[in-house]
């Protein structure tokens, strides 16, 4: 095993950061708290917080997806370098942030003014991790000497496209913030289930031997 | 190893499915609050909260028991594809669920009306995790050749006739709900002991090897 | 490997207990609350809840123990059986409830009648933890089919007599509750510095080839 | 494996560590709290609790350096003792602290006097890991015989005395903290980055075979 950074190998950074993301999908069980209710009321207060559970479910998915993408990723890298290890580090800092966002969408998306706001914040932070997954693509494309050795480089740049995707829908839905934050919830789940469907499959190139 | 999904082995999927079920039981107990009580008050403040005791007690047993039931299962797994990995992200995001009715039952057991409620919402919690369970099994039996070499289709059959026990249990104390809330959280306790003690031994077909 | 519960390894057990020990040490901290403070009150304030570090560091170092001696439980093992999964997860029902006795005795241990109550409900966690150890290692002195092949039956009555010392000294603290707290907490870091320092050592019997 | 902790491998005490640590750096997020904001101000009271999302940037960043120089540390390490066990457990205990000071910081820096506090506790705590790390660099110096077979005892020399790097510059931070709480925070993001980029690189000594 050829490696720039003796002592971490790419099932390690793999490890870790399943463990971020296993802490972070986890965790956004959370922000669904128990509804304050008078004798009688809980279903309408339960009922209330629909976009709880409505923004559990999403970022669900989505964590979900993530961890599907970053495998398949780091499944094709043989050696990991400082450049790598740190965007990484970057993309699981997005990732880990991700309660926040879903919290704040949870808490205004029936206001007004805010609902738009909280939704560009859920939108930009999907931005920024889309553009993470992007950057280590490219990153891979750029070295290929750190990727497995039954993986060509094609591989590494079909990905790579096919991951811009997610920045630009993700951006889109920055400008449907404004028009309607519920819309925008709508398009994450539906995104989600795109990825679910298409985007997760065996690429073409490759999978001879494996 | 044969995979329609690259760089998702059975393992890998397990590992995160522990992640979160490990997870999930560990942040139960920040549902048990500290009391505020006042001077000398401290055993009565505590005594008045053995729901949230109950509570947490039965469900770090459901989820143990789920967590048992999961493993069984992916053991049984070669390959994972789209549908089985879509079908598990689905049964964990019920699971990692799974803190807040418990939290909601703990804070409404001894009101009336809210109790029945927080009841069957629990209740219904644990109805969609058991369709989850037979859902798995379902797509192994329709699609055996996921399963291990040595393991024959009739043990995801079996399998998946016992796991229907969950949804149909835990769907009659849906109606229990609604007569008394105390009375579900001893059939949920009384149920993860049935697990325990019955479901959770060698199944007749296989074990010649392994 | 004979087992008689198929797909459930001792080394899948122990990543499941590692786990949800791992995440209870690491939740204690999420007990140390930031202090409310005006202009200038920063010192007074944190320095005002010190029994919170104390606490933090006491239970830390309980947890870091339990995971030691858990480990050296179950790498003597070979096979798992329902019984010792059975106990193992009661025993770690009892592990991850100790943030709340924790941020129990950091709140009352100031008072006067309330942390006799507080450190009494610790010393019987740590109790009922204690009695949990002694049972697994009974269970293996009871069934040594279940021992590795090079573990003789005497280390698992050897270690099971040496673990009585847990729950008989932690019994004893829950009448020394009664007089003074703080000194609780002081056994509590005494007993956690002895099991390091005396008991984490090569046991006599065996470790002539391992 | 010479070892005179049986049960306890190299291996097994980094995947508790490593646990440890995602968990401490998912944990982070739960400080960034969602704001309360009266119609159409959410821009506002978001942009007003800036320090906690560069707080939480900042210990990210730290707490994912530090996961490297650990993993670079256990790889060299062939035998766990009880001593080296005992000053990882206390290395552990301050990392998983780490969330106290960063929600403190986030809480009171824009503050007068309680920035300069909060800045110096957050240095404080960081001075007490470096310590960590420093002490279980030199235990291996002083015991060569735990090291890997492939790796000199040149190798532990040179990184303990590179490891000094952290105690001394956190160290100056704490005279700093009474000077600008954020210059402190700009001083740990520098430091972050100045690990990652001169830090984490091969050895001189080694890496021959590997």
Same mark, same amino acid.
């Given at each position: 095993?050829?490696?720039?950074?003796?002592?971490?190998?790419?099932?390690?950074?793999?490890?870790?950061?399943?463990?971020?993301?296993a802490? #972070?999908?986890?965790?956004?069980?959370?922000?669904?708290?128990?509804?304050?209710?008078?004798?009688?009321?809980?279903t309408?207060?339960?009922?209330?917080?629909?976009?709880?559970?409505?923004?559990?479910?999403?970022?669900?998915?989505?964590?979900?997806?993530?961890?599907?993408?970053?495998?398949?990723?780091?499944?094709?890298?043989?050696?990991?370098?400082?450049?790598?290890?740190?965007? &990484?580090l970057?993309?699981?800092?997005?990732?880990a942030?991700?309660?926040?966002?879903?919290?704040?969408?949870?808490?205004?998306?029936?206001?007004?003014? &805010?609902?738009?706001?909280?939704?560009?914040?859920?939108?930009?932070?999907?931005? #920024?991790?889309?553009?993470?997954?992007?950057?280590?693509?490219?990153?891979?494309?750029?070295?290929?000497?750190?990727?497995?050795?039954?993986?060509?480089?094609?591989?590494?740049?079909?990905?790579?496209?096919?991951?811009?995707?997610?920045?630009?829908?993700?951006?889109?839905?920055i400008?449907?913030?404004f028009?309607?934050?519920?819309?925008?919830?709508?398009?994450?789940?539906?995104?989600?289930?795109?990825?679910?469907?298409?985007?997760?499959?065996?690429?073409?190139?490759?999978?001879?031997?494996?």
């Open positions: 095993m050829s490696s720039s950074l003796p002592g971490l190998s790419s099932g390690r950074v793999e490890a870790f950061s399943d463990g971020v993301m802490i #972070a999908i986890t965790l956004l069980i959370l922000d669904v708290k128990v509804p304050i209710a008078e004798e009688g009321g809980l309408r207060a339960l009922a209330h917080q629909w976009p709880s559970y409505a923004a559990y479910a999403v970022t669900f998915l989505v964590i979900g997806i993530m961890w599907v993408n970053h495998h398949f990723l780091f499944d094709r890298v043989e050696a990991v370098t400082r450049g790598l290890l740190y965007l &990484n970057l993309l699981l800092m997005g990732i942030f991700l309660p926040f966002p879903t919290a704040l969408l949870a808490e205004y998306l029936r206001e007004d003014a &805010n609902s738009h706001i909280a939704a560009a914040v859920y939108s930009a932070t999907m931005v #920024a991790i889309g553009v993470g997954f992007v950057a280590l693509w490219w990153h891979l494309t750029r070295h290929p000497e750190l990727l497995e050795a039954d993986t060509d480089v094609a591989v590494a740049q079909v990905a790579m496209r096919r991951s811009m995707v997610g920045p630009v829908v993700y951006g889109a839905t400008a449907l913030a028009v309607s934050a519920p819309a925008c919830l709508v398009v994450y789940g539906l995104m989600a289930l795109y990825f679910m469907v298409f985007r997760v499959r065996a690429p073409a190139p490759q999978t001879s031997a494996s």
